[in-house]
């Protein structure tokens, strides 16, 4: 499922309320700021995530429970005096999506059908493997585990396919449904290129790739940066639209967006994927795709 929906701003540091520079110095040891996104009289809200919400040994949750510096303010509320750090007891109206919401609730309450361990995502995705023998697919989490099929290298027509085949030739797409340390749950694989070409021109004898439930490394996987109704030009801290946001660039310069895709992508939560971008950014970034003829916006 590609998520075409209108992108949402998220406010810069510049256009936050003033209290929150000397907020900044009260954030606990081990957390980061995000958004500041509410001041009630002589209270303000600043949003922090654990500052390993974007290592790939430890990735964040969406589905996790959500903490908020909750900050005294002077009365005037241009300055912070103290703040205590305490669990977020609701959704908060400025920044959460009610779409991703309900959409997230819907993944969480399919975890039971999920291996244990597996945190639910809902993304697309394809092989960048080049092996000629194909990219296996693994019963478990493991390089130890039993091999369930395999999912084609890279594949060009022999009598010549559309004019849009990609240099490379066509990767074999498939949905990420959850992750593991390391290892994304996969399902749905297609044969390469065949949703793109002459249906009456693609090969009986083309590779078909294994298209039930099994896992594959996370390094053996690339996507589309597909529009999630964020920022677009950076990446999230942390798998929220109110977490720091830190600008990264595309493959051949300028801002990150829908065309184009990361240069790794690390885990998921939900329709989140923690990335690197090709200038060596590290954060998330909200839905994923994979469409290799059009952007994904």
């Known amino acids: ?17 003033a209290w929150r520079a000397s907020a900044l110095a009260m954030v606990p040891e081990g957390y980061v700021a995000g958004t500041a996104w509410r001041t009630e009289g002589s209270t303000g809200y600043l949003a922090v995530y654990p500052a390993t919400s974007n290592d790939p040994k430890r990735p964040a949750s969406v589905f996790a429970e959500r903490q908020a510096l909750v900050v005294t ?6 300055r912070a005096v103290s703040a205590v750090l305490q669990l977020r007891t609701g959704p908060d109206p400025d920044n959460d999506d009610n779409d991703f919401a309900k959409l997230h609730a819907d993944l969480a309450a399919r975890r039971a059908a999920l291996p244990e361990g597996t945190e639910p995502c ?35 027509l022999k009598l010549g396919g559309s004019e849009n085949t990609p240099d490379g030739g066509w990767l074999t797409e498939f949905r990420i449904v959850g992750f593991r340390e390391g290892w994304f749950l996969i399902e749905g694989a297609t044969p390469p ?4 070409e002459d249906e009456k021109r693609y090969p009986r004898n083309a590779p078909k790739p294994y298209a039930g439930r099994g896992w594959v490394a996370s390094n053996k996987v690339g996507a589309d940066y597909a529009n999630g109704a964020t920022r677009m030009g950076g990446l999230f801290q942390a798998p929220f639209v109110d977490a720091r946001w ?31 971008s090709h200038d060596g950014v590290r954060g998330w970034w909200r839905a994923l795709c994979s469409n290799q003829v059009t952007n994904c916006s």
């Open 193 to 196: 290129g065949k949703d793109y």
């Open 1 to 17: 499922m590609v998520l075409c929906v209108a992108a949402q701003a998220v406010r810069a540091d510049d256009n936050e309320p």
């Open 73 to 78: 303010l002077t009365q005037d509320a241009a």
């Open 246 to 276: 830190m600008p990264a660039q595309r493959e051949l310069g300028g801002a990150i967006d829908t065309d184009g895709g990361p240069k790794r992508i690390f885990a998921c939560s939900g329709f989140w994927a923690l990335v690197e």
């Open 122 to 156: 809902d993304l697309g995705a394809w092989s960048i493997d080049k092996d000629p023998g194909g990219l296996n697919v693994r019963a478990e989490p493991s390089a130890k585990a039993r091999v369930l099929g395999t999912l084609p290298p890279p594949y060009r």
